[in-house]
């Protein structure tokens, strides 16, 4: 190791360098590792554990520490159906380019998707950091029962996972700069329920300040899912839920666990994480607004104009609900009664219209029809509308992901649905999902390299558009697939005229 020499009151002092492996945090210092071009920092508590008397109560600061703490692997995920999750789970995770030197660089603020499910460690970033230049946090957050549950009384109802992606932004704004970070350029992003989530941000008043852009993956804040059309039998959704839905279905929850009267929050609190897990599926889009974090249902902010003005990467991919109908599919297949059953079930005295628009014999399969209809009306034309509203007010530079070849990281394809540019499958293309990078052939590695460039050249200026890539009009939907960067007629080519006929 080089020595730096020093001259302090006149005499000859040796000094060594600092360790770049360990930064100082505001809890205590953290030593992480290096790998590859990149060093990472992971399971950074930035919050304590939230168990006990804490179990849905705001995040605290963690305990401070002393010694050096251990950041080479990573925290627990919070809890979920695998292994190794935990409530005490309040963790995050930094990669910083090898050569970040005193530079500040831009900051990305990444959640995960899955309101009940999934963790920010399995998002490795050392290609986003390192060919961005970059520097890439990404956090956990809690989940399900244990992030999103509600009850009369509860102060913080619904909004505990919420609470914990605020809190990840603060830690980000107080602790970036020691890692290389610019505080002054965050770019939040997410995908899935981490883009719901982003775009609950863009409307919360608590998230003023916190960040300076945004990107939206798959998780437009006007999304939402008629009778059926998410998981069939299940009514209407949207990712969003109502207080006294969400105060409402936790009594019932409490109830159905001996919880009851002036006792229920601490009967709940005494229960085991395994018990409480029982329930975990009914707080899925249960981010609560109509609260104190979020007053406004988020479209209806996004209607009103009542959003942060910061620039805005938003889109999702061609095939959203191929990977949901192939689940579908698996458990009890789509035959063409059952396509008509379901447009009856979605869409009452409009059935036979949507059922003209979208004949199954246009299609590989009655199902290949009923996830056209679905990504169409639920995903890409919601998706639309909201862009052309925050277009309004700020810079929208609008996608769509369409490689129908990407790696199917969801595993769910049946030949009758094959899985084409389905939910989740653009995520390959910009991070190490668990740890590995899936193979990509020389076009979609291409494609990946465009989109880094794109998304990290808008972190660092607003604008995705650097020199040597193909221009991103702020007033055109860019398709990003390997054969060919492109504007496409995405409102056409997603028939959102037609869905303007239908009623919601």
Known sequence: ????????TGLLTIVAPADPLVVRTDAGPVRGKETGQTRTFEGIRFAAPPVGEDRWKPPRPPEPWKDVADATKPGAAC???????????????????RDAGSRR????????????????SLYGAQR???????????????????????????????????????????????????FGGDPRNVTVAGQSSGGMSTCALLTSPAAAGLFHKAAIMSGSCLLNWPPGGLIPNQPAQTPYSPLA???????AVAAGHGCEGSDALACLRRLPAAELMKDNQTFANHLTYGTPLLPLDPAKAVRRGAFHRVPLISGGTHDEMRAFIAGVEKLKPITE????????????????????????????????????????RSWACPTTEGNRLLSRRTSVHAYEFDDENAPDVNGNEVPTVPHGAAHALDLVYLFELSGVE???????????????????????????????????????VLSLAPDAIRPVAHAADHRCGFWLTVPR
């Open 79 to 97: 809890t979920q159906f695998m292994p190794d999750s935990a409530e005490d789970c309040l963790f995050l995770n930094v990669t910083v380019p």
């Open 337 to 376: 009664e059952r396509y008509q059953e379901l447009l009856r079930k979605s869409f009452g005295e409009y059935a036979d219209e949507v059922a003209a628009e979208y004949p199954s014999r246009d299609y590989l399969s009655p199902a290949m029809a009923w996830a056209t209809v679905t990504t169409d």
């Open 245 to 251: 839905k969400t105060e409402a279905d936790g009594a």
């Open 128 to 178: 986003l950091a390192d060919q961005g230049d970059v520097v890439v946090v990404t956090t956990n957050y809690r989940l399900g029962v244990f992030g999103y549950f509600g009850l009369p009384g509860l102060a913080g109802s619904g909004d505990f996972g919420f609470m914990d992606q605020l809190s990840a932004l603060r830690w980000t704004q107080r602790n970036i700069a020691a």
């Open 438 to 476: 899936e193979s990509l052939d020389a076009a979609q590695r291409r494609l990946s390299r465009q989109m880094i460039t794109y998304w990290t050249t808008f972190m660092r200026t607003g604008d995705p558009n650097a020199p040597g890539s193909p221009r991103w009009d702020s007033d055109a």
């Open 105 to 120: 660089l831009p900051v990305l603020v990444w959640l995960h998707g899955g309101y009940t499910m999934d963790a920010g």
């Open 1 to 8: 190791m080089h020595l730096l020499l020093a001259i302090v």
